[in-house]
């Protein structure tokens, strides 16, 4: 039999029987991809498969023509790549960005129920290629979209560094419309795809009243709610699971129910209007994210400042701490008027430089305590307090301020200690 | 009135009293430690405040004698320091070190209902300040315990590096019997500390059947249970709540319950007398762990190569990912005999890089998968293999092989794509 890369096929193996879509493979294994998007390898001699369905007859690719409703609320797409925008290419296996803003609108056309959209491709890259200057460009197109009459905006992005665009995003903008970023964590081809319900749901929060930066991911494994996640406040927590986005010392704002695209908020937000629309664009990208790991040297410091690192964050253990070794290399960075801000590898918690020695030497040392800041957002945001100011007091005060819900206040019970 | 830092005082707010222990404050503030443990501030101006008993009176420490058991197993305590090992300095609000493991005998008086024990301190340091010498010298006593016949190990030890000194032991020592590691969020003068229970626990694991490298602590915000992790899979993942510590990609391996000390095991786990004892103590602390974050330059690697290290772990993101401009840089590392392991800062899941273009560049690149190993873990675990043997080919295989539970072994359903 002459099977292909892509056929669907049916697999025997002993007394069960697998239907799937056979995938490329490097060994000698079979491969098939399940309707649950799980891959199942066979040891080819043990099976008997048969065709059920030859790849090309599942390639006719439907464009359901798009009929914008002219009543509803204009919402603009900007696409950047990642999987939300990919499919995977059967004949090596792997996922590539194909799709464009225009091509998620003629794929899932529940959409255009809910808004009337423009869309822009602002860029076709695997997040993990995005760089400090893409999210100024990204907040630029953003900033011209609301300028023009978008009342919501749309950002596909791929997952990988969604939370850190979100992040640069919510500095650099402060806006009167919901500014969403969505994405997905399986390829569009995929029966087990998060991209049409995350879309969807992305589009009901862009329509709705919160006018802050915020990502929209599934909430559950099941197809019932996203989570709608404060940009500077959500984590990637799963490398490949649907509900990988998680909100990190705080609630998500609030969910959206699949079914009905009804949100349920759980915390105050922005609303729609009450910000005036502003850029500011500026970032430094020559900041450093160090993690402290037990028994790392303090020269790790000097590397980075000796190669021009203009600010550092530091990932320290527990509470904030590094080992005491490190004192004096932080001591003398922050004499030379090169910030230091101090935040926790736990991810959840505050850090409190108060309780333990260490902290105490670190505050005196000129440490800017990162308060429950993740350790990613407290980078994306020195490099843009970096683009702001030179002025080494300003940095510091800017840093333990709270701009976008990126430090939850403490109350007066300050430390569970 | 003549209030002194520790004494116990009732304050009245409004219509509100509490009751608690006058803390040290930098501010003019009041503020008072209450039965919870949390720290209360008051405008020392809005407030009445009361004397119900001065600091001297409670300093009275009881010595309870210990009876030591001749029919219990035989368990040594080796101390490291950490909070469960101190108390707070009231004169400065700063916990410092101060007990040793002959001094935590006497304070929780159940323990000796458990087993027999030696202690030993063999450092009174934060654990933030350990080294992997002090894994290596520790190791050995560890390993000198059993050979002269301990049944069983606890270590206390800070909880900033505990699942660092965890791995680390995990790898260097085959055990016929249990190695516990045991900490405390909350010092042992506080009203809220988890030190009694978790010695409590810890003390039933050492004298279990689970012999292997683990952590005992606290697994809910109850005094509860506690829970038995894995040494090579466990995080702590909060600041300060005693339920910090738990278990990424497993499940634990089983609990204690607090009250009737009797154990529940969820995972298979190796068995008393299953190991020889053996010691590898050989490490290569010479390894750096890269946290990659969006736009982070490639010359990144170069400043740790250039300065000596011989292997990296990068922290990548998503499924092991890197900016593509990283891959070069890589290359040449890994094609000088440098070991680059991927690791995702995801935490959970699995890395793998043949689903999109970056991570199959990057396998060309000869980046050794991580599978599901935490980054702290393949950090110690490549500074171990680098003590065993100088062999490229060696070391890639040993980082890919689960050597102490820290790779899950993939199932067929390799992938959850």
Same mark, same amino acid.
């Given at each position: 039999m002459d099977l292909e890369v892509g056929d669907t096929v049916k697999v025997v193996r002993k007394n069960s029987v697998y239907e799937g879509v056979l995938m490329p493979t490097t060994t000698k294994n079979t491969v098939i991809k399940l309707d649950n998007g799980y891959n199942v390898g066979f040891d080819t001699g043990k099976i008997q498969i048969e065709l059920l369905k030859k790849a090309n007859a599942s *390639?006719? *690719? *439907?464009? =359901?023509p798009r009929g914008q409703k002219q009543n509803l609320p204009l919402v603009s797409i900007l696409s950047t790549g990642g999987t939300i925008a990919s499919r995977v290419d059967y004949r090596t296996g792997a996922v590539t960005s194909q799709f464009t803003a225009e091509d998620i609108l003629n794929a899932i056309p529940e959409l255009s129920e809910i808004a009337r959209y423009n869309s822009s491709a602002i860029y076709t890259i695997l997040?993990?290629? $995005?760089h400090p200057d893409n999210w100024i460009k990204l907040a630029q197109a953003v900033h011209e979209e609301i300028k023009n009459g978008a009342e919501g905006i749309i950002i596909t992005h791929g997952t990988d560094t969604m939370a850190y665009t979100a992040a640069a995003l919510s500095f650099m903008i402060q806006t009167p419309v919901p500014i969403v970023l969505v994405g997905s964590? /399986?390829?569009? +081809? /995929?029966?087990? !795809?998060?991209n049409a319900m995350n879309a969807i749901c992305a589009s009901a929060v862009a329509t709705s009243d919160i006018a802050e930066v915020c990502v929209v991911m599934h909430a559950t494994t099941s197809d019932d709610f996203c989570h709608i996640h404060r940009g500077v406040k959500?984590? *990637? $927590?799963? =490398? !490949? /699971?649907? +509900?990988?986005f998680k909100s990190v010392n705080t609630l998500p704002i609030g969910r959206v129910n699949y079914k009905d695209r009804s949100i349920t908020t759980f915390t105050t937000y922005k609303k729609r209007g009450e910000s005036e629309l502003s850029l500011k664009a500026s970032l430094d990208p020559e900041v450093a994210l160090i993690k402290y790991t037990a028994g790392a040297s303090p020269e790790i410091i000097d590397l980075y400042i000796n190669a021009g690192y203009r600010g550092i964050v530091i990932e320290g253990t527990g509470l904030g701490h590094v080992s005491s070794t490190w004192i004096p290399t932080i001591k003398r960075a922050t004499g030379n008027g090169v910030p230091v801000v101090i935040t926790s590898q736990c991810l959840n918690g505050r850090v409190c430089d108060r309780v333990y020695d260490t902290g105490r030497d670190m505050l005196k040392a000129g440490v800017i305590e990162g308060e429950d800041m993740l350790p990613e957002v407290a980078l994306v945001k020195l490099m843009w307090t970096l683009g702001q100011t030179q002025d080494y007091e300003k940095i510091c005060k800017i840093m333990i301020?709270?701009?976008?819900?990126?430090i939850t206040p403490c109350t007066t019970t300050s430390f569970q200690a």
């Amino acid at each position: 039999m002459d099977l292909e890369v892509g056929d669907t096929v049916k697999v025997v193996r002993k007394n069960s029987v697998y239907e799937g879509v056979l995938m490329p493979t490097t060994t000698k294994n079979t491969v098939i991809k399940l309707d649950n998007g799980y891959n199942v390898g066979f040891d080819t001699g043990k099976i008997q498969i048969e065709l059920l369905k030859k790849a090309n007859a599942s *390639k006719s *690719k *439907k464009e =359901t023509p798009r009929g914008q409703k002219q009543n509803l609320p204009l919402v603009s797409i900007l696409s950047t790549g990642g999987t939300i925008a990919s499919r995977v290419d059967y004949r090596t296996g792997a996922v590539t960005s194909q799709f464009t803003a225009e091509d998620i609108l003629n794929a899932i056309p529940e959409l255009s129920e809910i808004a009337r959209y423009n869309s822009s491709a602002i860029y076709t890259i695997l997040s993990e290629n $995005m760089h400090p200057d893409n999210w100024i460009k990204l907040a630029q197109a953003v900033h011209e979209e609301i300028k023009n009459g978008a009342e919501g905006i749309i950002i596909t992005h791929g997952t990988d560094t969604m939370a850190y665009t979100a992040a640069a995003l919510s500095f650099m903008i402060q806006t009167p419309v919901p500014i969403v970023l969505v994405g997905s964590q /399986r390829s569009a +081809d /995929r029966p087990s !795809s998060d991209n049409a319900m995350n879309a969807i749901c992305a589009s009901a929060v862009a329509t709705s009243d919160i006018a802050e930066v915020c990502v929209v991911m599934h909430a559950t494994t099941s197809d019932d709610f996203c989570h709608i996640h404060r940009g500077v406040k959500v984590r *990637k $927590m799963h =490398t !490949s /699971r649907r +509900d990988a986005f998680k909100s990190v010392n705080t609630l998500p704002i609030g969910r959206v129910n699949y079914k009905d695209r009804s949100i349920t908020t759980f915390t105050t937000y922005k609303k729609r209007g009450e910000s005036e629309l502003s850029l500011k664009a500026s970032l430094d990208p020559e900041v450093a994210l160090i993690k402290y790991t037990a028994g790392a040297s303090p020269e790790i410091i000097d590397l980075y400042i000796n190669a021009g690192y203009r600010g550092i964050v530091i990932e320290g253990t527990g509470l904030g701490h590094v080992s005491s070794t490190w004192i004096p290399t932080i001591k003398r960075a922050t004499g030379n008027g090169v910030p230091v801000v101090i935040t926790s590898q736990c991810l959840n918690g505050r850090v409190c430089d108060r309780v333990y020695d260490t902290g105490r030497d670190m505050l005196k040392a000129g440490v800017i305590e990162g308060e429950d800041m993740l350790p990613e957002v407290a980078l994306v945001k020195l490099m843009w307090t970096l683009g702001q100011t030179q002025d080494y007091e300003k940095i510091c005060k800017i840093m333990i301020e709270n701009l976008a819900g990126e430090i939850t206040p403490c109350t007066t019970t300050s430390f569970q200690a």
